[in-house]
């Protein structure tokens, strides 16, 4: 960190202090939700509230303002708080980072958890901010490595996509989204980890991460055990987090782990705000609280640089047809599924091609390496429609050419599935070329 940049962190976390606070009083304590006096004239929709209780502070946030009183949702069960509490108002949400969060691990308030001390940028950005103007967003860019082959070739990513991880639980999402932390092309990656288990935090971090992959990165991160309002805050600091980058010039990843539990933590809190769970169990603010969050990822605009973002979704019993599945199916450019009957015969990372979608094609590729990206496609679908036969036994080779084409290349084009790619996106359409060179003539 420069000496310039740590000056103005200093002078910037100074003139953040306030040496007057507005004070409300605690007046009602009901089904989890407390009721506070003498802010609400101050107080907005999604500001904060530290409540003074018997014991250390207790934060949470304003969910409904009702005449002179206002409701909020506080961060853990409110024990110990009485009737007459003092409740302070905070300032607004946003967070203030800087080049020298890179490295670093964060909670989504923007504080450490790695131990070491960490001084605020000096421009603050809005935790909920707008995407860019529509009109003034570039077009999607060129295509990135991301040392997968089947990502350089296949399923291509470009600058500015945005793209759907969907994978049930312990099917290799972790591990994949590690991977691209540490070898896809970009200038910064912001990883957000939305309520995992404590400990997958340091496994992540030290085994899949590492330390080539830390030292570029910024983990933003709220754990299963903490409240609903810090997992949903955890999303979008991570985004005003990837935003400030952007607005330098860079080429930032953002991976969000995952989209399922944002959408969880969100419901827990809509519900406590009133509304009606009446979306298999989602409130109607679901869809709008995803998209508007995925929306501020891709293009940026004049000056800008891109987000590259990829949004991972936990489908329960390969259900995509489940409301998030459903909703960011609509609002990405593209998806990626993993299947665990592919993971269980040992093949990682473990993607179905034949499901997955990539929209950046076929303006990725060339003219021949399209017809390349459909030649694969087409053999390993006639593969998989002939499965269940060949694997029988109840195939006799020189019935079908196409078939037994892809008899033949069927073991090749799976363990390319699974190549990592240590060069350049042409040596991976190379591969792929030399594998399909080798179908009989027909």
């Known amino acids: 960190m420069t000496h310039d940049s740590l000056t103005q962190g200093l002078i910037a976390q100074i003139q953040d202090l306030k040496p007057v606070h507005p004070i409300g009083r605690v007046t009602r304590v009901e089904a989890g939700m407390v009721h506070v006096s003498g802010l609400a004239k101050l107080a907005r929709i999604g500001d904060l509230i530290t409540l003074h209780r018997t014991g250390p502070p207790l934060p949470g946030e304003v969910l409904q303002l009702d005449g002179n009183t206002l409701i909020l949702l506080p961060e853990s069960a409110p024990d110990g708080v009485a009737l007459g509490d003092r409740a302070s108002l905070e300032p607004p949400g946003q967070i203030a980072p800087s080049q020298a969060w890179i490295g670093r691990i964060i909670d989504p308030m923007g504080q450490p958890i790695d131990g070491r001390p960490l001084l605020r940028g000096a421009q603050p950005k809005p935790l909920r901010a707008a995407p860019p103007p529509a009109a003034e967003r570039r077009v999607l860019g060129a295509r990135l490595s991301t040392g997968l082959a089947v990502m350089n070739t296949l399923l291509p990513v470009v600058r500015g996509q945005r793209i759907g991880l969907f994978a049930g639980s312990g099917v290799g999402k972790s591990s994949l989204l590690g991977h691209l932390a540490q070898h896809m092309s970009a200038d910064i990656v912001v990883i957000a980890m939305i309520g995992e288990r404590g400990r997958e935090l340091r496994h992540f971090i030290e085994d899949v991460l590492g330390p080539q992959g830390l030292s570029r990165a910024v983990v933003v991160s709220a754990t299963s055990d903490q409240s609903p309002l810090l997992r949903r805050r955890c999303a979008w600091t991570a985004m005003a987090v990837a935003e400030y980058f952007r607005d330098q010039g860079n080429q930032v990843l953002l991976l969000a782990d995952s989209i399922t539990r944002f959408a ?16 298999r169990g989602y409130p109607p603010s679901t869809a709008h609280m995803i998209m508007s969050l995925c929306e501020r990822a891709g293009p940026g605009g004049p000056g800008q640089g891109d987000i590259t973002a990829v949004f991972s979704v936990l489908v329960a019993g390969s259900d995509m047809d489940e409301p998030v599945a459903d909703i960011l199916r609509g609002v990405l450019d593209g998806h990626i599924i993993l299947d665990r009957s592919i993971a269980e015969r040992g093949r990682y990372p473990a993607i179905d091609l034949l499901r997955s979608v990539s929209r950046s094609l076929p303006a990725a590729a060339s003219d021949s390496e399209n017809k390349l990206i459909a030649q694969a496609r087409t053999i390993l679908s006639t593969y998989d429609r002939n499965a269940m036969m060949i694997q029988a036994g109840l195939y006799t080779q020189g019935t079908d050419p196409d078939v037994d084409t892809a ?12 190549r990592p790619e240590t060069q350049s996106i042409n040596d991976s359409f190379n591969r792929l070329g030399v594998i399909l060179k080798r179908a009989r003539p027909r």
């Open 407 to 418: 008899l033949q290349l069927w073991p090749e084009l799976d363990a390319f599935l699974a």
């Open 264 to 279: 969880e933590a969100h419901r827990e809190v809509a519900v406590a705000a009133g509304e009606a769970p009446v979306l």
